[in-house]
């Protein structure tokens, strides 16, 4: 019996058609990271009942329609799938290009919504642009971005991210100018968590203890001054220290969601026995509904929420370092930089629930009421689930290409 070698080209090209046949005929189903979609859509699915739960009597009164901010919830539901379903099917490296573009345009939205007569004022901060049949955040827009960003920065500079100053410090000049036009607004919550995001990936990416230092004091500094400078923040940072010391005025707000906890104790009062939503917790449905769930179902469903968040966050840090190791740099900076975001804004905003940090208007990931951060937060699941799936067909790939390498035809 004798081997004849084949040209390697011939067996390369013959397995790399076989292989992308294969994928492209693999169910779609085969490609998702099943655990890490099932507990985002249970966060999004129990996020819908709690919404209309909470939302009853503030739309029967203000909108004679008792479902109104359910009908629309579940409306963006629809849209964040159908935008996640897209964002899916598109290569990373195409987001990676897109970076410096998806920047410039925050920019522009940012200045765009401080412009009286474009911006859309509620609640005494001009947030949000009209775009006719949705009002756009820009704020969650802009954490997008910025993490995209980030993340190709640091695949770029990686090295002068390590070793030189300059290279730790240009995208703070960014983060500065990005976070001066969201104080305008105000904006101090997504201010606290780009900063905060922006501090994580870069210490992942590779700078040096002196320089994460340096900018932890920075940050801190910047973020000490913008509270400092408006009397409303700082009656913010000092309320929830003692809201029981005004429970009437500026604690009223925290003093309610409180009630609410202790009303709920182990296994809550029953789905839509809140009484803390029926007008006396401002803002229910959006900010704080962690709160009404607390009150509704319990300790222990607030566990669970818990649990299903800390999964989320460690499965993506999981696919960064799976995907680091493959030497996929934007893929795991990518997937480091959106866990850490949305664990930290999941974080505040139930630190903010339970009285443990300042009031921040931030929204619970996948759960409030908010057609810009849900759409956003199915997006930012949609990435991560294809970093996951390009993770394991470069795996998969190499291991075919290692395979093929000395293969023969025996006669």
């Known amino acids: 019996m004798s081997v004849i070698s084949l040209p390697q080209g011939y067996l390369n090209k013959t397995s790399a058609n076989k292989f992308l046949a ?37 739309a029967e009164r203000q909108l004679s329609e008792p479902l109104y901010y359910f009908w629309h919830q579940l409306s963006y539901s629809v849209i964040g799938l159908i935008a996640g379903f897209i964002i899916f099917k598109i290569p990373l490296d195409f987001l990676q290009k897109t970076g410096p573009i998806l920047i410039v345009i925050s920019l522009v939205l940012l200045a765009l919504v401080l412009i009286p007569g474009i911006g859309k004022e509620v609640n005494g901060s001009a947030r949000w642009l009209n775009l006719g049949i949705i009002s756009l955040q820009v704020s969650e827009f802009v954490k997008l971005a910025t993490v995209i960003y980030l993340a190709g920065y640091l695949v770029r500079h990686n090295e002068e991210v390590r070793t030189n100053l300059s290279g730790f410090i240009r995208p703070l000049g960014l983060i500065f100018i990005i976070s001066t036009l969201l104080i305008l607004e105000p904006d101090f919550g997504a201010v606290a968590v780009i900063a905060m995001t922006a501090m994580g990936m870069l210490w992942l990416g590779g700078a040096s203890f002196f320089q994460f230092i340096l ?43 409180l009630i609410a906890f202790g009303r709920g104790e182990w296994f809550g009062v029953g789905l839509g026995s809140s009484v803390q939503k ?71 905003n ?62």
């Open 215 to 257: 900018l932890m004091l920075t940050m801190s500094a910047a973020l000490t001054l913008a509270a400092v400078s408006s009397p409303y923040r700082m009656e913010r940072l000092t309320t929830f220290l003692n809201p029981w010391a005004d429970p009437f005025d500026s604690g009223f707000q925290l003093t309610q969601a």
């Open 278 to 348: 029926l007008f006396y917790l401002p803002e229910a449905h959006t900010d704080f509904v962690f709160a009404v769930l607390a009150e509704e179902l319990g300790l222990f469903s607030v566990m669970i929420v818990i649990v299903l968040f800390c999964f989320i966050v460690i499965r993506a840090l999981m696919i960064g370092r799976r995907a680091e190791k493959r030497e996929r740099p934007f893929t795991a900076f990518l997937a480091y930089g959106l866990g850490i975001w949305l664990g930290l804004q999941a974080f505040i």
């Open 22 to 58: 294969k994928e492209k005929a693999m169910p779609l189903i085969e490609k998702l990271d099943l655990p890490l979609l099932i507990s985002a859509l249970i966060l999004l699915g129990l996020g819908l009942v709690m919404v209309a739960s909470s939302s009853i009597s503030i």
């Open 350 to 411: 139930v630190g903010v629930n339970m009285g443990v940090l300042p009031t921040k208007g931030l929204t619970l990931p996948l759960m409030s009421y908010g057609g810009s951060s849900l759409i956003i937060m199915c997006v930012v699941i949609a990435m991560l689930l294809r970093a996951d799936y390009e993770t394991r067909q470069f795996d998969r790939a190499g291991q075919m290409k290692r395979k093929n390498t000395s293969v023969g035809v025996a006669w």
